[in-house]
């Protein structure tokens, strides 16, 4: 049964790993309860560097249990649920095999699958302060390619831990998360790929754009990395 096994939020704290913003959300802690969900995501929950995050496209970040696992093997030493600075912590769903567009609906909320995590320093930082091995972490996220997916929320609501996530529509082009990752990062050539998606999130869009030439070449609100 796929499900919800954490809730996570956080709100801005300061440090120094953060860069010129000089405070971040990433540290999510689970909270118990119903929580309500809306358009630009969880009550309780706040973006710090809105120059790169939140909005429409990154109102929900979702991240599975069996990736988190994966990690607890490649570090040696457990990681609590909203350590990736995610606020859904799932189990019994393959995210990263999702298809982009893909509808899920839990407690009374409709989200969408709708693009990926790019790692940044931060997330480098927030895991080197938290007592884990930072060496090289962009680099290995990367190549891991278990990004995790950023959901749009369709329909406000509310959701809380032990949830069932029903998928209730998948689209037919077939370009999972992990897809959209690897032509966002990894492999630029695959970029055009991703004119199969209907209403394409905003960066990779502009990427996509900047591929075929209608933008200058660079052209992004995100850090290419």
């Known amino acids: 049964m796929a499900r919800i096994c954490s809730v996570n939020v956080g709100q801005p704290v300061e440090v120094d790993f953060a860069g010129t913003v000089g405070r971040t959300s990433i540290d999510k802690r689970p909270v118990d309860g119903p929580v309500e969900v809306l358009p630009l995501g969880l009550a309780g929950d706040s973006v710090s560097d809105t120059d790169y995050h939140g909005g429409r496209d990154q109102a929900v970040y979702a991240y599975a249990r069996e990736d988190l696992d ?23 769903i393959g995210l990263n095999a999702a298809v982009v567009g893909t509808r899920l609906r839990i407690g009374t909320t409709l989200l969408e699958v709708c693009s990926v995590r790019t790692p940044c320093n931060t ?22 390619r278990r990004p995790g997916p950023y959901l749009r929320v369709l329909e406000p609501g509310v959701l809380q831990a032990g949830d069932e996530i029903h998928v209730v529509a998948v689209p037919d ?3 999972t998360v992990v897809d959209l ?17 209907d209403d394409l999130a905003a960066e990779p ?3 996509l754009a900047a591929r075929l030439g209608s933008l200058p070449a660079g052209t992004s609100t995100y850090p290419v990395l």
């Open 70 to 92: 994966f990690w607890v093997e490649q570090l040696q030493q457990p990681i609590p649920p909203g350590q990736f600075g995610e606020n859904l912590t799932t189990e019994g």
């Open 123 to 144: 997330f480098k930082g927030w895991q080197g302060a938290s007592g884990f091995d930072d060496t090289r972490w962009v680099r290995r996220f990367m190549q891991a």
């Open 173 to 175: 082009h077939g370009i």
């Open 181 to 197: 990752f690897v032509a966002m990062n990894l492999d630029r050539s695959r970029l055009p790929s991703l004119q199969a998606i």
């Open 205 to 207: 869009a502009r990427r």
